[in-house]
């Protein structure tokens, strides 16, 4: 009798429901992005993203009024919570925690269809681990938009036979891309793969359901080039989001050296689990995950570079058969997990313990937990009247958004745009290098206010003659009025 009450008190996985685990799945999201939904910005792409979120909400759309280098439905997400909660840092968060524990859970469901669900429960928390910490990830990236979808869309793909599944997998797949463009080709190899399937498998795949996948994703393609057509400037949809991107990929590019380490990671995981036979290369759901990593690292090939944040899009897939290799060798090996791995665990996000005391040392000094140059530094701007007409942020440009204001020109949406030249000509800039744009801006438009960061250098350290030219021109016709925490506050000399 004791040993079954025994039994009974153990905690058994096998008894969770799927909605228990996404609750669980997004607890653990939330605490550890939480301490972030106070800081000002944590990559400077997710700040231009919520400016293009602004400014379609306020009915301009992207390309148009602003211009960053991304598919339309990035700055739709951005746009929708805007419109929805107004100008809300804690909101854009919580979406960023929706997102996260979304692609966790159907990380989690892929698994389950693999291996138990206590071995699937671990591959969700890592996943919102690897997607949540090490880095700038705590913000809301085109990378955590875009793999929400794409891993839904596989899951579907995985589990789902019938059209109108394979249909809506086609719309999630469609929306992927439309927010990061460089997820066609994995997409595009997936359709190749399911056409292997329909003509040298005898699997059940039949050609509508090839087609339809393929109506799905160009459903959504096409949609977001209709408020353009209808507008008569399809011309700005395919050169922002077509060819502004190609040219980018073509000048921006990294050294081979530099994308070699997760082709020769992810190439030696690979091949071990091929040759130990713990992952078996003939089964379907295992085929597609790995055709979408494939497909992922030859988009990371094509575009010539890997910040860290672009592994987002690759951590899903690998996680599943990374934890599918794992489980099998403690099948196999059955090691005696130490008491201390758990301790461990609970390190990892030691990012976010350390958040959790800044916020609060935050409010104890200043009296809010919202910190960074992103508030304080508009805060200053408007308690002390200083002028904001064609303000230049050379950084913090979330100020903008919290200034009521726009960037002086549209190269200067996100401040390094100012010094990509190569895609001027994508938004009709009018100057064609960006020396000439600085020239403009500084001599032209003449902003009373220009914020830079305190002892940094300007702008890129390949940007010789730029570099050379504002730091001239600063130093001649400006003066430091203020500096507020990193920030040195320039004013215009009379």
């Known amino acids: 009798m ?21 609750l669980i799945l997004s607890l653990i999201t939330f605490f550890i992005r939480f301490p972030f939904f106070f800081r000002d910005y944590i990559d400077r792409d997710e700040s231009t993203f919520i400016l293009l979120g602004q400014s379609w909400a306020d009915g301009f759309l992207p390309y148009t009024q602003l211009w960053d280098l991304k598919p339309p439905l990035t700055f739709a997400f951005f746009a929708a919570i805007i419109t ?54 705590q913000g809301v990236m085109s990378e955590h938009i875009c793999i929400a979808f794409f891993v839904a869309a596989l899951y579907l793909l995985i589990t789902k036979k019938s059209l109108g599944w394979i249909f809506l997998s086609g719309l999630l797949m469609g929306i992927t891309v439309m927010v990061k463009l460089n997820m066609a080709f994995p997409i595009f190899f997936i359709g190749l793969f399911f056409l292997y399937e329909l003509c040298f498998t005898k699997r059940e795949i039949n050609l509508l359901q090839v087609v339809l996948f393929s109506v799905g994703v160009l459903t959504v393609i096409i949609t977001t080039i209709a408020p353009y057509y209808l507008n008569n400037q ?13 040219e980018y990929t073509e000048a ?9 380490p997760i082709f020769i990671i992810t190439g030696l995981f690979l091949l071990y689990g091929y040759k130990s036979r713990y992952l078996d290369f003939k089964n379907r759901s295992v085929q597609i995950l790995l055709v979408a990593i494939f ?82 530094v508009p805060k200053y701007i408007k308690d002390n009247h200083l002028e904001t007409e064609n303000i230049l942020f050379f950084e913090y440009h979330i100020s903008y958004w919290n200034l009521d204001t726009l960037p002086p020109t549209i190269a200067a949406t996100h401040p390094s745009n100012i010094c990509r030249d190569e895609l001027f000509p994508f938004y009709d800039n009018p100057r064609k290098n960006s020396l000439e744009e600085l020239k403009f801006i500084m001599e032209e438009l003449q902003p009373k206010t220009v914020v830079v960061r305190k002892g940094r250098r300007i702008l890129d350290k390949k940007e010789l003659e730029e570099n050379e030219y504002i730091d001239a021109y600063l130093s001649k016709h400006y003066s430091n009025f203020a500096t507020v925490e990193n920030a040195d506050i320039l004013q215009r000399l009379e």
Not at 84 to 113: C, D, E, H, N, Q
Not at 234 to 246: C, N
Not at 252 to 260: E, P
Not at 308 to 315: D, V
Request: glycine content about 8%; aromatic content about 16%; proline content about 4%.
């Open 2 to 22: 004791p040993l079954e009450r025994k039994k009974k008190a153990i905690f058994n996985f096998s008894e969770i429901k799927d909605g228990s685990v996404f």
């Open 252 to 260: 921006r590019r990294y050294s081979i050296f530099k994308l070699a």
């Open 234 to 246: 399809t011309l700005i949809w395919w050169e922002s989001v077509v060819l502004a991107p190609l």
């Open 84 to 137: 929805v909660f107004g100008k809300s840092f804690i909101a854009i968060r919580v979406g960023g925690v929706v997102l996260v524990a979304f692609t966790a859970y159907f990380t989690y469901k892929i698994a389950f269809t693999k291996m138990p669900r206590k071995a699937s429960l671990l591959v969700g928390v890592f996943c919102v681990f690897l997607l949540s910490l090490f880095g700038s990830l």
């Open 295 to 376: 497909g992922v690292l030859v988009s990371f090939i094509k575009g010539g570079r890997i910040n860290g944040h672009y592994l987002i899009q690759l951590h899903p897939m690998l996680l599943i058969l990374f934890g599918l290799v794992v489980y099998k060798l403690t099948i196999r090996y059955k090691p005696k997990v130490p008491n201390y791995l758990a301790f461990l665990i609970l390190l990892l996000p030691a990012e976010s313990y350390l958040e959790y005391a800044n916020i609060l040392k935050n409010k104890y000094q200043h009296h809010t937990f919202f910190n960074g140059e992103g508030f304080s």
